[in-house]
């Protein structure tokens, strides 16, 4: 608009009363400031151009004509070209073959017509040129943009393809995983304990002392079958709604645990320091399950004849778990080598520990023989998010 205002301007102040073919024109006839008024007609309605387009060359088109009707050539008649490259550019596609035509008669008619000139050739050829380039370069980035525009449409909606693929991948991998785990492991853990409940029946009926061993193995293989089903359920992805679930074990529940760690021979001794009952589900879930990987260390290292320290600290925010052994006993032939790194038991205390903000040390005993694992966490802490496609560890 501003580029056509000044085109306008120096035409009018430069006093030539030519067109642009040597055709002369009756400004000199005319008060100038008529000829102000109609260069502003012309320029003025550009300022809409964006926003009514159609309506916007219409009307400039008819202060062309009232141009013609006096006699004026004034090269602020530039904006009718603006205002046609507009409407193809952003107009509606039904208006432009209109618009296409009220230019093309505003060439031929006073070209052919109203006022023929010796260079009437000239000026129709430049006329009608100007009018086709404007329109062409208008539809040609109109449809330049209409390519990019369903050029990202098709890429949004190969990313949503390409995504939903990636699930469904995802859900068929869970579903087999699910699958070999229930056959595998669910086929073992029944075999496990169908057999250890058979050997305390006749254990009874003998009256020897490994009923009761007997009969813990069977309960906690029973258990680890219905932990088994749960996490199957998770895999699966069959928890669709409100579907009970059997409660998740907390600070209660480590008394029962202690007790089969018991049976199993390691010597475990159990202090508590604080009120843990006021912990959340989800720490106290913690608590039991960084208890229960660190004793099952114990067991896999130091074997039955040694002994651990358990001692769970709730102070100030924060729950310090801290399971102490004492190594593999002399007659067994020295501790078992242990890694700091090795196993995804140690590696899901770590990562437990992380979702509270807390910090964890496992390693050798440095005041006499054995392994240590201290967890602090900060129980007034919600759990950080995990990363997407991501799980808490079980």
């Known amino acids: 608009m501003l580029i056509v205002a000044a085109i306008g301007l120096t035409d009018l102040l430069s006093g030539v009363n030519d067109g642009p073919f040597g055709e002369p024109d009756d400004r000199a006839t005319l008060p100038i400031a008529v000829s102000y008024v109609v260069s502003a007609a012309l320029v003025v309605p550009l300022w809409w151009r964006r926003r009514a387009p159609a309506q916007v060359y219409f009307v400039i088109a008819l202060v062309t004509v009232v141009q013609g009707a006096l006699g004026l050539q004034l090269a602020a008649g530039v904006a009718a070209l603006v205002a046609l490259y507009t409407v193809a550019r952003h107009g509606p596609q039904r208006l432009l073959g209109w618009a296409a035509v009220v230019a093309v008669s505003q060439v031929l008619v006073p070209v052919l017509v109203l006022l023929p000139g010796e260079h009437w050739l000239q000026s129709l050829f430049f006329q009608l040129g100007t009018v086709t380039a404007a329109a062409a370069v208008g539809l040609t980035l109109r449809t330049r943009q209409m390519y990019l525009t369903a050029l990202e449409d098709r890429a949004r909606r190969l990313e949503i393809e390409r995504d939903q693929r990636e699930q469904l ?226």
Do not use: C, F
């Open 169 to 394: 991948t995802v859900a068929a991998e869970r579903s087999r995983v699910a699958r070999e785990m229930h056959d595998i492991v669910g086929h073992n853990l029944s075999v496990m304990v169908g057999v250890a409940d058979g050997a305390a029946v006749l254990a009874a009926s003998r009256g020897e002392q490994s009923e009761q061993p007997l009969r813990i193995i069977g309960d906690t293989g029973r258990q680890a079958m219905s932990e088994l089903r749960r996490v199957l359920g998770v895999l699966r992805e069959e928890q669709h709604g409100e579907r009970p679930l059997s409660p998740q074990p907390g600070i209660r529940d480590l008394d029962a645990l202690l007790a089969r760690v018991r049976t199993a021979g390691l010597g475990v001794t159990y202090r508590t320091v604080g009120d843990l009952d006021t912990l959340g589900g989800s720490v106290q879930l913690t608590v039991y399950r960084i208890v229960q990987e660190a004793l099952t260390n114990t067991l896999k290292h130091a074997g039955a004849g040694s002994a651990a320290e358990v001692t769970v600290t709730s102070d100030a925010g924060q729950v310090r778990i801290r399971i102490a052994d004492t190594g593999a006993p002399p007659e067994a032939g020295g501790p078992a080598p242990r890694s700091d790194d090795a196993g995804h038991g140690l590696v899901g205390i770590r990562q437990r520990a992380a979702l509270y903000g807390g910090t964890t040390t496992i390693g050798p005993r440095d005041d006499r023989p054995g392994w240590l694992v201290d967890v602090v966490l900060h129980s007034s802490d919600r759990p950080a998010p995990t990363a997407p496609g991501e799980e808490p560890p079980p």
